[in-house]
């Protein structure tokens, strides 16, 4: 094969076969179109410097599978470069204190005791117990003569209860939490 010598004209056929498509796949999983050209111009690169593509049986299979490993290894870094919560400094916890944020808190605060105080006094006690107080599911249905299925069918509808009613103040403070810290 060609590719095997290092053909300029076999590797560019090879590009011009393939990059369009791996392209589109790359920037449908990334919703990033230059980041995704610049992934697979990088593969593209290394295939022609450093692979033997002579003992490669489906080129098509293994094009997209470098791309598919390019596109994890870019997640991979990206998720790595995040800083966690706890390891910022404290010279940014003053901003914590704005009236914006102390006014947002308060109301989301609010709200959670409202809807927590419309949960049925049952699934309340549960939910309490098991998010205040840090309770197993088995340390709640001892406690409460329920069944642990019960229980977690208790947990598993006020998390669901919550996530639904608290949903804007859960986006808002999100914002508001972005914008503190940028």
Do not use: G
Request: net charge neutral; hydrophobic share 40%; charged share 25%.
């Amino acid at each position: 094969m060609q590719c095997r010598e290092r053909s300029q004209d076999a590797f560019n056929i090879l590009f011009h076969r393939y990059f369009d498509d791996l392209l589109q796949f790359a920037t449908r999983q990334l919703k990033d179109r230059e980041l995704a050209e610049e992934l697979v111009m990088d593969m593209m690169l290394k295939l022609w410097q450093h692979s033997d593509i002579t003992n490669i049986q489906r080129l098509d299979q293994y094009l997209y599978r470098s791309i598919k490993n390019a596109i994890i290894s870019h997640w991979r870094k990206k998720a790595l470069s995040f800083v966690p919560l706890e390891d910022l400094t404290e010279a940014r916890e003053p901003l914590t204190s704005s009236a914006d944020y102390n006014m947002m808190d308060t109301e989301v605060q609010k709200a959670y005791q409202n809807k927590l105080a419309a949960l049925s006094p049952q699934r309340r006690m549960v939910y309490t117990m098991s998010r205040e107080q840090e309770m197993t599911n088995n340390e709640i249905a001892q406690q409460t003569n329920l069944s642990v299925n019960t229980v977690k069918n208790h947990l598993k509808a006020s998390l669901s209860y919550f996530r639904e009613n608290l949903k804007t103040y859960t986006e808002a403070t999100l914002i508001l939490f972005l914008s503190i810290l940028f």
